[in-house]
């Protein structure tokens, strides 16, 4: 069996615009969710066109001024890939506009541009937990089939102003998470029902599928994929019930990834829709659209959990409410760590869809310490993401066709359960505080001169 990865296996590292940018009202942006809500996906929605407040994420590291710094770390580390997303409110600030703001464009067009000169290729998600809040206020968020259109042109003017610089595309991060928060997710206000959720998670889906279709008549040679976040969950204990009740629960996110790499709505969510009150309206160009299929499947995988028919075990997660597996360790956070089931995870993926897979989050968030000498010796993120590493090279060996690797956070970034510093991701540390203060100024953790040898190596030595 091999023990390096393949050549064209693309390594890096995944950001996301609302964790890293800052510059929340500059140069035009608009305001987002992601702005109006300072603690996090989880905490309070403020109306920010009434109320004044301060949010981490206002300057989070500032990478809207010190890009070309941290691109250059990265290409030290060696990457040859880098994730982030656009901000859709940079593009159009209240979503509804006819004409893009140029300032944010061309923000990004130097920002791809400083990957490529040190040969990173960047693979860009057009929405990553973040909308224009006008949207939301004004025409109430994706429950409201308008937004498809804005999405549409928005996915347009982004597809034919970067198609020479970005051949990689994700429509919609974590597409699935909607289930559990549909502020963020879709719009939504929280109490909102089952059945408002669902049809707006219809309008992304075919918002999805246009997009798609745009990039491939747009950029005939990009490759735009999905964003699923890759919950699996085992049956806690063979107890037929449980066993059952695990199916249904991994249906609850895979019916994202049936959808987008199918084009249609699988059947076993039929009786679902009839037993919730389900009524869906789904017009002949709504399939149209739906056929749209991506070219693969991404996903990030932080923890696996367990099913059982005993909803009472449920125990909050970051975006979940999961089961905890009675042989996993968890990390500070409590996330569970569960090296082999990304393998597993790769392998069912591979098995159901037939698709490339590409692995665009994964890593360890953690409390870290700077020490006076200005090390960070970070030993359990090195062998959090080595055992993981481990596992997706035996999913290769399996058989699985793996794309890529991008960590989560390669820079400590705010995060965005619950908008915390202090939960780090990165192999570069940067001085910033949860009350606001530090230098940013960016540090090297032990774990970025592991990265880069594994990157140099191919991973040979994990
Ligand atoms: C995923 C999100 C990311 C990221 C990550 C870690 O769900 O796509 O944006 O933040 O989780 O979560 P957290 O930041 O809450 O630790």
């Known amino acids: 069996m091999a023990n390096t990865f393949p050549n064209d296996f693309l390594w890096g590292g995944a950001i996301a615009a609302n964790q890293v940018e800052g510059a929340y009202n500059e140069d035009g942006k608009g305001l987002s969710t992601s702005d109006c809500t300072p603690n996090g996906l989880f905490g309070d929605i403020v109306d920010r066109n009434n109320v004044e407040i301060n949010s981490i994420k206002d300057r989070a590291i500032d990478f809207y001024h010190r890009y070309p710094e941290d691109v250059a770390l990265f290409a030290e580390m060696g990457f040859t890939c880098l994730r982030t997303s656009i ?3 940079r593009i159009f600030p209240n979503g509804d506009e006819e ?31 973040e909308m ?3 949207l939301v206020t004004q025409y109430g968020g994706w429950g409201n089939r308008k937004v498809i259109e804005f999405f549409t042109r928005y996915a347009k003017t982004v597809f034919e102003r970067y198609k020479d610089k970005v051949k990689y595309w994700l429509t919609f991060n974590e597409i699935n998470m909607s289930l559990h928060e549909p502020f963020t997710g879709v719009g939504l206000a929280r109490n909102s029902s089952k059945a408002e959720i669902y049809q707006a998670i219809h309008h992304q889906l075919v918002a999805s599928g246009r997009a798609v279709k745009l990039c491939h008549q747009i950029i005939p040679d990009a ?13 806690l204990s063979p107890k037929p019930e449980d066993v059952w009740a695990t199916h249904l629960e991994n249906h609850g996110w895979l019916f994202f990834g049936d959808v987008q790499a199918r084009g249609y709505y699988p059947t076993y969510m039929n009786r679902y829709f009839k037993e919730n009150n389900i009524e869906l309206t789904i017009s002949d160009q709504d399939r149209e659209d739906l056929k749209e299929t991506i070219d693969f499947i991404s996903f990030s995988y932080y923890m696996s959990c367990c099913g059982t028919a005993d909803d009472s075990l449920r125990q909050k997660g970051n975006i979940l409410d999961m089961v905890p597996n009675p042989h996993l360790k968890a990390s500070e ?33 953690a409390k870290d310490k700077l020490e006076a ?42 995060s965005a359960s619950k908008a915390e510093v202090t939960k780090r991701y990165g192999f570069i540390y ?10 940013l100024q960016r540090y090297k953790k032990k774990s970025f001169y592991w990265y880069q040898s594994v990157i140099s190596s191919k991973g040979a030595n994990l």
């Open 87 to 89: 901000a859709w409110t």
């Open 99 to 129: 004409q893009p703001n140029e300032k944010g464009l061309a923000f990004y067009d130097k920002l791809f541009d400083e990957m490529l000169k040190h040969n990173i290729t960047p693979l860009v998600t057009l929405s990553h937990y």
């Open 132 to 134: 224009p809040y006008y």
């Open 223 to 235: 490759k735009i994929g999905n964003m699923l976040l890759g919950a699996i969950a085992y049956p």
């Open 333 to 365: 956070w409590g996330w569970q760590i569960d090296p082999i089931g990304i393998r597993y995870l790769l392998n069912l993926l591979y098995e159901r869809f037939q698709k490339p897979l590409f692995i665009v989050e994964n890593g360890l968030g």
């Open 373 to 414: 000498d200005g090390t960070i010796n970070d030993d359990y993120r090195i062998n959090y993401m080595n055992d993981h590493l481990v596992q997706i090279r035996e999913a290769i060996n399996d058989g699985v066709e793996v794309m890529g690797y991008t960590s989560w956070g390669p820079i400590d970034l705010i």
């Open 430 to 439: 940067v001085d910033l505080n949860q009350d606001g203060s530090g230098t």
